[in-house]
C-alpha cells in the first residue's frame, strides 16, 4: 500500500523559506492528485494546495503568493515551498494523496519558525 | 475561502448514536458530491472515514456513514464505542477547484 513521508528541516527563520518534501512509496505518483496540508497547533486542518503528477497545481488563495508546490515524478516525490514565513506558519505539515479527498496522510512533521 | 461550519464539540454515551453538521454554502457543499470525513485521535494524522457524501472507504466501519442535505453534510456514528472519542473534521470542494476543511469537532464519548 501507498505510503507517505514528509521531510525537511523543523526550525525555519522568519522571512525565510520553508522547504519540505514528501516521499511516495509503495506505488507509483502518476495518475494521482497530491496534496499538503497543515495543522497549527492545537487548532484545526488547513488545505495549502494540489499537484497532478503532470505538474499543473492549485493553491488556498490565502496563500497563494507564498507558495510553490511541485513534483518530481523520477524521484516519487513531491514538494512544498513556503516563503517569507512569520509564526503563524507554526504547524505540523502533512502530505497526502489525492485532490479532493485525502489517503493516505504521511505522520506529519513539526515545522516551527523562529529566530 | 471560509472554513465550513462544524459544532466545537459533541457527546454521547457509548451505544448511543450521534451527528456531527458540516454547513457551507451552495458553492461547495451544497454544489459538489466531493465531501470528506476525517478522524483524527491526539498526535495522529487524520484518517479518511467517508468521501463523497456517503462513501465509506475499505476498512472502515459501516458504524461510521455520511449524509448531505442542502448546504449541509452530516456524519453519523451508532452504536458509539470509547475509540471513537476523536477529532472530526469535514472538507469540501469548492467552485474556485479549491478544497475546504471544517473547524473540527471534538467528540467525547462519555
Known amino acids: 500500500q501507498v505510503q507517505l513521508q514528509e521531510s525537511g528541516p523543523g526550525l525555519v527563520k522568519p522571512s525565510e523559506t520553508l522547504s519540505l518534501t514528501c516521499t511516495v512509496s509503495?506505488?507509483?505518483?502518476?495518475?494521482?492528485?497530491w496534496t499538503w496540508i497543515r495543522q497549527p497547533p492545537g487548532k484545526g486542518l488547513e488545505w495549502i494546495g494540489y499537484?497532478?503528477?503532470?505538474?499543473?497545481?492549485n493553491y488556498n488563495p490565502s496563500l497563494k503568493s507564498r507558495v510553490t508546490i511541485s513534483v518530481d515524478t523520477s524521484k516519487s516525490q513531491f514538494s512544498l515551498k513556503l516563503s517569507s514565513v512569520t509564526a503563524a506558519d507554526t504547524a505540523v505539515y502533512y502530505c497526502?494523496?489525492?485532490?479532493?479527498?485525502?489517503?493516505?496522510w504521511g505522520q506529519g512533521t513539526l515545522v516551527s519558525v523562529s529566530s | 475561502q471560509s472554513a465550513l461550519t462544524q459544532p466545537a464539540s459533541v457527546s454521547g454515551s457509548p451505544g448511543q448514536s450521534i451527528t456531527i453538521s458540516c454547513t457551507g454554502t451552495?458553492?461547495?457543499?451544497?454544489?459538489?458530491?466531493?465531501v470528506s470525513w476525517y478522524q483524527q485521535h491526539p498526535g495522529k494524522a487524520p484518517k479518511l472515514m467517508i468521501y463523497?457524501?456517503?462513501n465509506r472507504p475499505s476498512g472502515v466501519s459501516n458504524r461510521f456513514s455520511g449524509s448531505k442535505s442542502g448546504n449541509t453534510a452530516s456524519l453519523t456514528i451508532s452504536g458509539l464505542q470509547a475509540e471513537d472519542e476523536a477529532d472530526y473534521y469535514c472538507?469540501?470542494?469548492?467552485?474556485?477547484?479549491?478544497?475546504?476543511f471544517g473547524g473540527g469537532t471534538k467528540l467525547t464519548v462519555l
Open positions: 451552495s458553492s461547495d457543499v451544497g454544489g459538489y458530491k466531493y
Open positions: 509503495g506505488g507509483s505518483i502518476s495518475s494521482y492528485y
Open positions: 463523497d457524501v456517503s
Open positions: 499537484i497532478y503528477y503532470s505538474g499543473s497545481a
Open positions: 497526502a494523496k489525492g485532490g479532493n479527498r485525502f489517503d493516505p
Open positions: 472538507s469540501s470542494y469548492t467552485s474556485s477547484t479549491t478544497l475546504v
